[in-house]
């Protein structure tokens, strides 16, 4: 099997390490990233081209797993250097016009939206290219294929390539050096059961290698994937429990987040690691994802069953 060496671009995103990855291969005709990062870490992901003797206009392909701030909002920028853009059907609108989602996150992080996330700027419809579930992305020599991974968010793709599966969101956040790793969960589109699905379909595509844009290429993604399924029942189990007295969500998010920072200090993990895995995955904003999965899934379930 090839092996097309796969550079890890760290984003440095908010000064902090390990938080956010973006993916570089190259081809014969110039490069393909894997996520494009926020707008906010572009001075990085040029440092981290440079590096490699190389500048945003030699980006020919970039393949979005979605379109969440953190992983697409350079994407439009990438495009005006002349990248083609990859991404979900379900997220294309938001990418060609993303009015709608910046209005969203702005809603959510208020005056902190420049700082953390930078320019969101639309791709022209001539620069996306929305491919469907099991479609080959052939560039050059190298070839990608899509797989349809909802869960964490409903425009979610994992990408195959090689032995190796760039994951996303959906194979969960996970910091090198520590047998750890995290659930993210944010709203609106969480879903326990497609998560779940999603994770058998991955796991029974026998992958060696797995790759979370939140952090790194791990050699044991059968062990990722099966650490996250446990991590997904925990929490699902958690909320059964919690939610039943109705907590309003401040209540949910800090009793949340004592849960979780009871788990990282069982697992032994420094100030540092536990800021990485918070920068890459908010705890209150999964708190928020949870609360509106249990009101508008499983409430209407019980309501549609009664």
């Excluded at 022209?124 to 964490?152: C, M, S, Y």
């Excluded at 790793?181 to 999603?198: C, K, N, T, V």
Aim: charged letters at 20%; a negative charge.
């Amino acid at each position: 099997m090839a092996n097309s060496r796969i550079v890890t671009i760290d984003l440095n995103f908010q000064n902090q390490t390990q938080a956010i990855a973006s993916y570089l291969i190259r081809h014969d005709d110039g490069a393909v990233l894997i996520e494009s990062g926020p707008g906010s870490t572009l001075s990085s992901l040029e440092a981290g081209l440079a590096k490699e003797g190389l500048s945003p206009r030699d980006i020919t392909h970039v393949l979005l797993t979605h379109i969440h701030l953190d992983h697409a909002g350079a994407a439009g920028w990438l495009s005006r250097q002349g990248a083609q853009i990859f991404v979900h059907p379900n997220g294309a609108a938001h990418m060609l016009n993303p009015e709608k989602l910046i209005a969203s996150a702005t809603r959510i992080y208020g005056d902190r939206m420049e700082t953390l996330w930078g320019e969101f700027l639309p791709v022209a419809e001539n620069q996306l290219t929305v491919p469907q579930d099991a479609q080959e992305i052939v560039i050059g020599k190298l070839r990608f294929v899509t797989v349809n991974t909802p869960g964490h968010a409903e425009h979610h793709y994992s990408y195959l390539f090689e032995d190796l599966c760039f994951s996303g969101d959906v194979g969960g956040v996970r910091i090198p050096g520590y047998p750890y790793l995290r659930a993210p969960m944010p709203p609106p589109e969480l879903h326990f059961g497609r998560w779940r699905e999603s994770i058998a379909r991955l796991r029974s595509l026998k992958l060696a290698r797995i790759a979370p844009t939140h952090f790194g290429i791990f050699d044991d993604a059968d062990w990722q994937l099966g650490e996250l399924q446990k991590n997904l029942d925990a929490a699902e189990k958690w909320l059964e429990e919690i939610m039943p007295a109705d907590p309003p969500v401040d209540e949910l998010r800090s009793k949340f987040e004592d849960w979780m920072n009871e788990q990282s200090r069982a697992e032994n993990l420094s100030d540092k690691v536990i800021q990485a895995y918070n920068l890459a995955n908010p705890l209150g904003m999964s708190a928020d994802g949870m609360m509106r999965y249990w009101k508008k899934v499983r409430m209407a379930n019980v309501t549609h069953n009664a």
